[in-house]
């Protein structure tokens, strides 16, 4: 089970952006929002479910990661992160083997800034390559292709 997991958003536009990368790629099991705040929250949330619904797909609403890996069961969370906060690189391979037998989640960060010490400590900061952190749609998107190519 693969969820994608956009974390700390605050734009409804950047949200939507988000679930239009997720509605893509019908391999992608669940998006999960966790911990909305400002129009992401008001409008995006709402926005988003109704866009999941039209298409048959699934979008779920929490307030924090921790309950992410408590509701899905996860067994591994990638945190995708900037080059030099990444203690690992993004390996489709590995990632496409571990989904066979595990609970797998891919997490974004949907602000301006990565993810607290705290939250990094709930799985594995990996890194795409970029020095820089990226919007969340994007990251998603390459992430998202790597593992599942349009080819």
């Not at 966790?34 to 619904?53: D, F, L, W």
Request: glycine share 6%.
């Amino acid at each position: 089970m693969l969820a994608v997991v956009i974390h700390n958003i605050y734009s409804s536009v950047k949200l939507v952006e988000a679930v239009d990368v997720y509605l893509e790629f019908p391999e992608v099991d669940i998006l999960v929002i966790s911990k909305a705040v400002s129009s992401a929250a008001q409008s995006g949330v709402p926005e988003a479910e109704k866009k999941a619904y039209l298409r048959g797909r699934r979008v779920l609403y929490v307030p924090n990661l921790e309950d992410v890996v408590e509701v899905l069961n996860l067994d591994r969370l990638y945190m995708i992160v900037p080059k030099r906060l990444g203690k690992s690189i993004f390996d489709p391979e590995v990632i496409r083997k571990e989904l066979v037998d595990r609970r797998i989640g891919l997490v974004f960060t949907g602000g301006d800034m990565s993810f607290t010490s705290a939250e990094l400590s709930l799985g594995i900061p990996t890194s795409l390559g970029f020095n820089e952190l990226l919007p969340a749609s994007s990251l998603m998107a390459i992430s998202l292709f790597l593992l599942y190519p349009k080819i």
